[in-house]
């Protein structure tokens, strides 16, 4: 059973995980409308990913005899004029989720709430690879630089990238 200080904590993941796809929905159409295809494809799969999240979560609290409550989305604010924009917004926006996760993950240690502590673990390793993934695009990006033929091959390469791919070259998609 989920003391209702963790099962609120759980809800607000839900819901920011659930923010997380709509954010990620906002930049791959923003990728598509500008041209970049590829990017926007990568785009599509991390908010079908972060959907994933918000489920994974709903269904534990379920597990749990919890109650969820279903968000209601905010409108995601993209403020972005180049594709790098769309990186550096990844990559500070998977902060922001980190640091929200670490709240949780401490939330449940002073609710002596093991369970959930365990349960966690996953969304803690899965942040590590997706910052990591998004600082190593970064840099590939600061390398190329204005090249335009660079930013072509990228974009194409993307495309069949997924988050595991890039942090684990062993296990291409
Ligand atoms: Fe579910 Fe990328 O955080």
Redesign the pocket.
Known sequence: MLSKKVEKALNDQVKM?GN?SNYYLALACWADMNGFSGVADFMYKQSDE?RF?MLKLMKYVIERDGEVVVPAYDQPKVNITTATGVFQDLYKH?IA?TESINKLVGICLSENDYTTHNFLQWYVS??LE?EATAKTILDKIKLMGDDKSAWYHFDRDIAGLTVTSIADPGQKA
């Open positions: 995980e997380s972060e999240h998977e989720v899965e942040q997706e």
